[in-house]
């Protein structure tokens, strides 16, 4: 059975972090990535990791968020992580766990994601 769970959210003043974690169950997941939503704006891609073992192969990022978070995966714990610096008021958002199955490339692209996490908040205060 498919299962995603996010944990690590909160609330936090600008220029601060946070670490956001993932744990995973039911399959290997070659491509798994981290998206946001804030009211009223659609969902969006924030990174994704493309691991299909035990080395990384490739990561990608918005370029909101380009230099401040870092994705990153623990096979050995079945737990993806974002870790989130010099945060911002305009990322406050729910933050979603996603993964794919047989994917050989990074994508933002939440359409092509087939798993979801339930989410979990982040909030940034000015």
């Known amino acids: 059975q498919v299962r995603l769970v996010e944990s690590g959210g909160g609330s936090v003043q600008a220029g601060g972090s946070l670490r956001l974690s993932c744990t995973f169950s039911g399959y290997t997941y070659t491509n798994m990535g981290w998206f946001r939503q804030a009211p009223g704006k659609e969902r969006e891609g924030v990174a994704s990791?493309?691991?299909?073992?035990?080395?990384?192969?490739?990561?990608e990022y918005a370029d909101s968020v380009k230099g401040r978070f870092t994705i990153s995966r623990d096979n050995a714990k079945n737990t993806l992580y974002l870790q989130m610096n010099s945060l911002k008021p305009e990322d406050t958002a729910m933050y979603y766990c996603?993964?794919?199955?047989?994917?050989?490339?990074?994508?933002?692209?939440?359409?092509?994601?087939?798993?979801w996490g339930q989410g979990t908040q982040v909030t940034v205060s000015s």
């Open positions: 996603a993964a794919r199955s047989g994917a050989r490339a990074t994508t933002l692209d939440k359409n092509e994601y087939n798993y």
């Open positions: 990791i493309y691991a299909p073992g035990r080395f990384i192969y490739n990561v």
